[in-house]
């Protein structure tokens, strides 16, 4: 294991510290967020914890859940007691941008019913402003999606399909992404409600005053940052 995924790791550790026994637990996505499951899956096998039932994101988190023994259900109206995962871009706010895994949607569907999301990841994730390093990941419908791509580019001009391969790339909800470049400066909310405004968006991959705290692994060690 590599410096950086030993920090990693160590951050995901000190969010999974937080949990109680009898929480319910959003499991997130990516590979952060992997070391968080498998820490939950430690210590209820060794009794540490004990009820502990999580929500999972995706269909990886849900499969990595059932390999370390982590009990899992559906999502229901019941709010979540902590929900812990990674992110793509940080912000000196903890405003996000998640997705590059994929997973957005059912990662916001999930969190916005947290009484508390912990954000972990590495030292590169920490932007003065969104969109500074990585693209936002918005998921669009299949159908007509060329429409929905041109009615987004109307007001972001920079950006494209998602498709590593031959074929795009297919959420676990069926859809598309466009990765979109944002603009040098914005108002984030006001972007949110446009682009969730446009025909043919199902949602984006702005977290915006969700996360209460993160823990980001840097060389010097794992640092915890707190939404004011």
Do not use: C
């Amino acid at each position: 294991m590599s410096d950086l995924e030993a920090l990693k790791k160590e951050a995901a550790l000190k969010a999974v510290a937080l949990v109680r026994s009898g929480d319910r637990v959003g499991l997130g996505t990516g590979s952060t967020a992997k070391y968080a499951i498998e820490e939950l899956g430690r210590k209820l096998a060794a009794g540490e914890l004990t009820g502990i039932v999580g929500v999972s994101t995706s269909e990886a988190s849900e499969q990595l859940a059932r390999q370390v023994g982590v009990p899992t259900e559906p999502l229901d109206p019941r709010p979540l007691d902590i929900a812990i995962d990674g992110a793509d871009e940080i912000a000196p706010n903890l405003d996000l941008v998640k997705g590059l895994g994929g997973a957005l949607v059912r990662e916001k569907v999930t969190e916005v019913q947290a009484r508390r999301l912990i954000i972990i990841a590495d030292h590169t994730k920490l932007v003065g402003q969104l969109g500074e390093k990585a693209p936002l990941p918005i998921e669009i419908l299949k159908f007509g999606f060329l429409s929905t791509i041109d009615r987004l580019r109307a007001f972001l001009p920079g950006g494209q399909l998602r498709q590593p391969a031959a074929q795009p790339y297919v959420t676990d909800n069926g859809n598309y992404i466009y990765d979109a470049r944002l603009p040098e400066t914005f108002d984030p909310a006001e972007l949110e409600r446009r682009i969730k405004g446009t025909l043919g968006v199902v949602d984006t991959g702005l977290f915006l005053g969700m996360a209460e705290r993160a823990f980001v692994a840097a060389p010097d060690g794992v640092q915890e940052l707190t939404r004011s």
